[in-house]
C-alpha cells in the first residue's frame, strides 16, 4: 500500500466520522425541538409565504385586523432626540391632538404617516411606514427615522424624500397624520421560549420595541440581541443597551461593527468585528430552541432567514420584517399562480388594459410602469396604501398581507393576476 493510498483512506474515514458527527448534532436538535414543540404547542405563524387568492366577489376580508382608529390621526410633534453620532437617526416622540388616550400596541408594530411635503411647485402625499421603537407606553409613541441618504457616486438621484422631510422640516410642535399602530410582526409574549432579536442598521427599531418592553417587564426568559451598524458613530441608543445588559443578567447583547473607527474599542464598545451572520449565531448560541426575530437590509434578510431554516430551526420560530419592497423571495415566479395563457390587466378609470408582463414583480410595479396612477407606501404589503377594488378576475398575493384589505379589494404592491383582470384604478 503506498503512502498516497494510505493517506487517502485516513481521510476518508475522518470525513465520516465529521458526518456522522453532524448527523447526531442534526438529529439531537430536532428531537430537543420536538420535545420543547410538545411542551409549548406550535408557534403563531411567522411573516413567511402565503398564496391567497383575492377575487372581485370575495365576501369576508383577506386578513381583517383590528385599528385602534379608524384613518388618520392628528399627532403632535413634543419631542425631537438625534440618536447617534452621525445625526443620522432622529427619533420623533408623538402625543395625540386630541389628547385622547393612546392605545396600546405590540411591540415590534408600525405606524403609518401621510405626509405633505411641498416644494416650490407643488404639494405631494406621500406614504411610509415607521415602526414604533419604544415599549407601549400611556403618554406617548415614539419612532426613529433614519434619513436615507442618495446611494452613493449618484449625486443627481435626489436622498430619500420622507426621510428627509421629517429630518429637515417637522419640528417640535408640528403635526403628523398617524394610522393606527399594525402588523403581524410583532412579538409573541406568551411564549417561554427564549428569544433572538437581530437587527441590521435602522432594522433595530422594532426590536427596541420588544427588548424595552421584555426587560422593562422583568421577563425571565433569556432574551439575545444581535445589532449589526458600520460603527459607533452610526450606533444608536448605546448608552440604553448598555445600561440593560449592566443590569440583566438574562440579557446578552451582541454588538457587531461592520467598518468599527479606531476609536471604537473591541470588548467594550462592541463585541463583534463584522456583520451579524449564521456563523456568528451558531458560535455564540447554545444548542437549544429559539424564537428568532430579523429585521435588517435586503442581503442580511436574505442570508439570515433561509440560513436559519437550513440549520434546523422551524419556520414557526422565525419571525421577520423588510423595511423596503419586499426584500426576501417568497415564491418561485415560475410556479403556480403563473398563468398559461397572456393575462389582460384592465384599469378601469384610466381606461387601459394591457397585456400583463410575467416579469413584473406585482400589479403595482406593472401599473407604475405603464403610467397608471396609483397610491403607494411601503410597496410590502404592510400600509394599505395600494389597495385596489378587484371589478373581475383574481389576483393572487405572493406573501401575507400586513395590512387590512376591505372585502373585494386587493394590495397591489404584493399581487399579480391569476387570470384576465380589472382593477378601479
Ligand atoms: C414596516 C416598515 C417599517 C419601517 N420602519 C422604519 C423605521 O423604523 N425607521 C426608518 O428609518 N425606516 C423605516 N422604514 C422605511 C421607511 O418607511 C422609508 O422607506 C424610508 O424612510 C425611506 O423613505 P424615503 O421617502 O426617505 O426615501 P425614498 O424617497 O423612498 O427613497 C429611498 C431611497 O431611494 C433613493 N432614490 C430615490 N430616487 C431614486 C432613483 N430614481 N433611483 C435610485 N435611487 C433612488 C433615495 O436616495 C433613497 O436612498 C420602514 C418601512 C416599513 C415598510
Ligand atoms: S404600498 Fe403599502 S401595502 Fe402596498
Given at each position: 500500500m503506498t503512502t498516497g493510498y494510505l493517506a487517502l483512506i485516513i481521510l476518508a474515514v475522518i470525513l465520516l466520522q465529521l458526518a456522522v458527527g453532524a448527523m447526531l448534532i442534526y438529529l439531537r436538535r430536532?428531537?430537543?425541538?420536538?420535545?420543547?414543540?410538545?411542551?409549548?404547542?406550535?408557534?403563531?405563524?411567522?411573516?413567511?409565504?402565503?398564496?391567497?387568492?383575492?377575487?372581485a366577489?370575495?365576501?369576508?376580508?383577506?386578513?381583517?385586523?383590528?385599528?385602534?382608529?379608524?384613518?388618520?390621526?392628528?399627532?403632535?410633534?413634543?419631542r425631537r432626540v438625534p440618536e447617534n453620532d452621525q445625526q443620522s437617526v432622529c427619533s420623533f416622540y408623538l402625543v395625540p391632538s386630541d389628547g385622547q388616550p393612546l392605545p396600546a400596541f405590540k411591540p415590534g408594530q408600525?405606524?403609518?404617516?401621510?405626509?405633505?411635503?411641498?416644494?416650490?411647485?407643488?404639494?405631494?402625499?406621500?406614504?411610509?411606514?415607521?415602526?414604533?421603537?419604544?415599549?407601549?407606553?400611556?403618554?406617548?409613541?415614539?419612532?426613529?427615522?433614519k434619513r436615507a441618504q442618495a446611494p452613493v457616486g449618484l449625486p443627481e438621484i435626489p436622498a430619500g424624500l420622507a426621510s428627509?422631510?421629517?429630518?429637515?422640516?417637522?419640528?417640535?410642535g408640528d403635526t403628523l397624520q398617524v394610522r393606527a399602530p399594525g402588523s403581524h410582526f410583532h412579538l409573541m409574549q406568551d411564549e417561554p421560549l427564549p428569544i433572538v432579536l437581530i437587527g441590521g442598521g435602522v432594522g433595530i427599531t422594532p426590536m427596541l420595541s420588544m427588548l424595552n418592553t421584555l426587560l422593562e417587564n422583568g421577563t425571565d426568559r433569556e432574551v439575545w440581541l444581535y445589532y449589526g451598524v458600520c460603527n459607533g458613530s452610526d450606533q444608536i441608543m448605546k448608552q440604553h443597551l448598555q445600561t440593560f445588559a449592566d443590569k440583566h443578567q438574562n440579557f446578552h447583547l451582541y454588538i457587531c461593527y461592520s467598518a468599527p473607527l479606531e476609536s471604537d474599542i473591541e470588548g467594550i464598545d462592541y463585541q463583534h468585528?463584522?456583520?451579524?451572520?449564521?456563523?456568528l449565531l451558531r458560535d455564540t448560541l447554545k444548542l437549544m430552541r429559539y424564537q428568532?426575530?430579523?429585521c435588517g437590509?435586503?442581503?442580511?434578510?436574505?442570508?439570515?432567514?433561509?440560513?436559519?431554516?437550513?440549520?434546523g430551526v422551524d419556520s414557526g420560530d422565525i419571525y421577520y420584517e423588510s423595511f423596503g419592497p419586499a426584500s426576501l423571495i417568497k415564491h418561485d415566479k415560475t410556479q403556480p399562480y403563473a398563468a398559461a395563457e397572456p393575462v389582460t390587466v384592465t384599469f378601469s378609470e384610466s381606461g387601459k388594459s394591457i397585456v400583463w408582463d410575467a416579469g413584473a414583480a406585482s400589479l403595482l410595479e406593472f401599473a407604475e410602469t405603464n403610467n397608471i396612477d396609483v397610491m403607494s407606501g411601503c410597496h410590502a404589503g404592510s400600509c394599505g396604501t395600494c389597495q385596489t377594488k378587484v371589478k373581475s378576475g383574481e389576483v393572487e398575493y405572493t406573501q401575507q398581507p400586513d395590512a387590512d384589505v376591505e372585502p373585494g379589494h386587493c394590495l397591489l404592491c404584493i399581487s399579480t393576476?391569476?387570470?384576465?383582470?380589472?382593477?378601479?384604478?
Open positions: 430536532r428531537s430537543h425541538y420536538q420535545q420543547l414543540d410538545s411542551q409549548t404547542g406550535t408557534a403563531e405563524p411567522s411573516t413567511s409565504a402565503a398564496t391567497i387568492t383575492v377575487s366577489d370575495n365576501t369576508a376580508s383577506a386578513l381583517p385586523a383590528e385599528a385602534a382608529w379608524k384613518g388618520f390621526r392628528e399627532f403632535i410633534v413634543q408600525f405606524l403609518t404617516f401621510k405626509l405633505a411635503i411641498s416644494d416650490a411647485d407643488q404639494t405631494q402625499s406621500v406614504v411610509r411606514c415607521y415602526s414604533l421603537s419604544d415599549a407601549p407606553r400611556p403618554d406617548y409613541y415614539r419612532i426613529s427615522v428627509s422631510f421629517l429630518h429637515d422640516q417637522i419640528r417640535e468585528k463584522g456583520r451579524v451572520t449564521l456563523h428568532f426575530y430579523v437590509p435586503k442581503q442580511m434578510m436574505e442570508s439570515l432567514v433561509p440560513g436559519l431554516q437550513e440549520w393576476p391569476s387570470c384576465d383582470l380589472t382593477l378601479e384604478a
